[in-house]
């Protein structure tokens, strides 16, 4: 294979060996003379791929018995609307942790549906961002739950600890955090993940909901954003993206012969440790977030002298280093490292940052 590292955000690479076996059953899945994109989502060929995914990502994640495992359309932002329409009656609100960008376009788009308390928990100490200690957010103990984004995408925070809510409901957006390390889900009354980033191609959304919180959706949700519905149905009320699916299954197998969401975790704090500690070891480039706070997945950088961005870019692409542009909204640049970054391209990074400034000091 060429030695191309995409440090895109989403979409994301996804392993090689998954991408291997993909093309190698492309035309002709499982002596079927079909791809799988081909086959019946009712079909028996495919609920076995459906069902296999499932029960893997339950293995993967150690799904309790009481969650339903869905497998939705619509990405994170059909999350951002479906949470509220399904679990804010119109007698309560909601408590929203603003963290960074996504948690705050989750909540905007929450106030088209309910009465929303935006609780801002970011300062800056010490001319570094992080975030409060949960035990100080001023939660509202009647709210109907509380949504919070532990891994910024953009802004490159992760909170590690879950929030002690007291007995409301935790509502958890893991689009980019999902496998990447161990979670606790009985902790959570709903968590739901794009999976464009850790799980498989775009177009797939997990929701993974506690039995209790289903039936509650207000009248007006639209069919497919109803748990219940893609609950009784075994998220097939509609035509599910099945190719996707059958990708995230492949995903699913190869972390687990991977040694699990355990052995991912440790070769993901070591991936980050590295670019972060060349970071701050560096006059040339910083990250102004705190230790404690700072993204294994993505991770924020800029380069001091930021007339140099153009020529870092391109010069990483050329090197085969893609996507790291950061977000239009932070500027700098990112790397994203998910499970499928292998160390050895985050290795190549801190090689050519090296050289890079050397070039240019
Ligand atoms: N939440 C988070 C944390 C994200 O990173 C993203 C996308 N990058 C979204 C939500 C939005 O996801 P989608 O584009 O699938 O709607």
């Not at 809510?165 to 709903?190: M, N, Q």
């Not at 961005?309 to 990483?316: C, D, T, V």
């Amino acid at each position: 294979m060429s030695a191309v590292y995409n440090f895109c955000a989403g979409p994301a690479m996804l392993p090689v060996p998954v991408m291997v076996k993909a093309q190698s059953e492309f035309l002709n899945w499982n002596n079927t003379g079909c791809s799988v994109m081909e086959l019946s989502h009712r079909s028996k060929e495919f609920m076995a791929v459906a069902t296999k995914a499932e029960a893997d990502l339950r293995q993967l994640m150690s799904i309790p018995d009481n969650y339903k495992v869905l497998f939705c359309h619509g990405g994170g932002r059909g999350q951002f609307s479906a949470v509220p329409l399904n679990l804010l009656p119109a007698n309560k609100s909601a408590d929203y942790i603003i963290t960074g960008s996504w948690s705050k376009a989750a909540a905007n788009e929450a106030e088209n549906f309910g009465l929303i308390n935006k609780i801002n928990v970011v300062e800056k100490v010490n001319g570094q961002r992080q975030i409060k200690d949960s035990s100080q957010w001023p939660l509202d103990k009647n709210a109907a739950y509380v949504h919070y984004c532990p891994n910024e995408t953009v802004d490159g925070l992760e909170l590690f600890d879950i929030p002690e809510t007291h007995g409301v409901p935790l509502v958890a957006d893991l689009s980019s955090t999902i496998l990447s390390r161990e979670i606790d889900v009985s902790k959570f009354a709903l968590i739901y993940a794009g999976a464009q980033k850790n799980i498989g191609p775009s177009g797939l959304t997990i929701v993974i909901v506690r039995e209790d919180l289903l039936g509650s959706a207000d009248v007006k949700t639209p069919c497919i954003f109803n748990y219940q519905t893609e609950a009784d149905n075994s998220s097939m009320y509609n035509t599910p993206p099945t190719y996707a699916w059958y990708l995230a299954g492949l995903v699913f197998e190869w972390l687990i012969d991977s040694g699990g969401v355990k052995a991912i975790s440790s070769i993901n704090k070591e991936k980050a440790q590295l670019l972060y500690q060349f970071v701050d070891n560096s006059k040339f480039y910083r990250n102004d977030i705190a230790s404690q706070h700072r993204s294994l997945m993505n991770v924020p950088f800029w380069l001091v002298d930021e007339s140099l961005n153009n020529a870092f870019l391109e010069q990483a692409k050329s090197a085969g280093l893609l996507a790291l542009e950061g977000h239009r909204m932070v500027g700098g640049m990112r790397a994203s490292i998910y499970n499928a970054m292998p160390i050895e391209g985050v290795q190549k990074l801190v090689n050519f940052m090296r050289e890079f400034e050397k070039g240019n000091s």
